[in-house]
């Protein structure tokens, strides 16, 4: 896993990093981004052309984007390393940011998967 954060390079004397956090960080990375495309996608492409735009794409890729954060914030810190609120941790404030970024880059990249079992957002992102 330390291999896919290698923007993240600076924390490699935490063991913790290596045997929890960045299992932890992929996983809940890989799950929302899944969940957030089959509910734009099947869920909503289905239902009507309302949701068919590249703004509600972006939207969702936004959600996407906070929901990463704020989900990967809550479990690394609080749960993993233990800390209260009102510590400050350079270091999970940054592997957050990080994990929000590669997110949106998953999301990107399945969207391009789930756009074939929609029915009015087949078009989107990209038109092939």
Known sequence: MENFYFLFEDLGNWDVWVDKGYSAGFI???TTSLIINAIY???LGRK????????KWFMF???NFA???????VVEG????????????????LFT?????YGFVLYTVLSL?????????????VKF
Not at 67 to 73: G, K, P
């Open 28 to 30: 809940i990375l890989l």
């Open 41 to 43: 996608y099947i869920v």
């Open 48 to 55: 009507s052309m309302r949701f068919s735009t590249m703004g």
């Open 61 to 63: 890729g936004f959600i």
């Open 67 to 73: 929901l990463i954060f704020l989900i990967t914030l």
């Open 78 to 93: 609080i749960t993993i390393f233990d800390l209260a609120f009102g510590e400050f941790h350079y270091e999970i404030w």
């Open 97 to 101: 940011i990080i994990n929000a970024f």
């Open 113 to 125: 998967l789930f756009k074939r079992f929609s029915i009015f957002s087949k078009f989107i992102p």
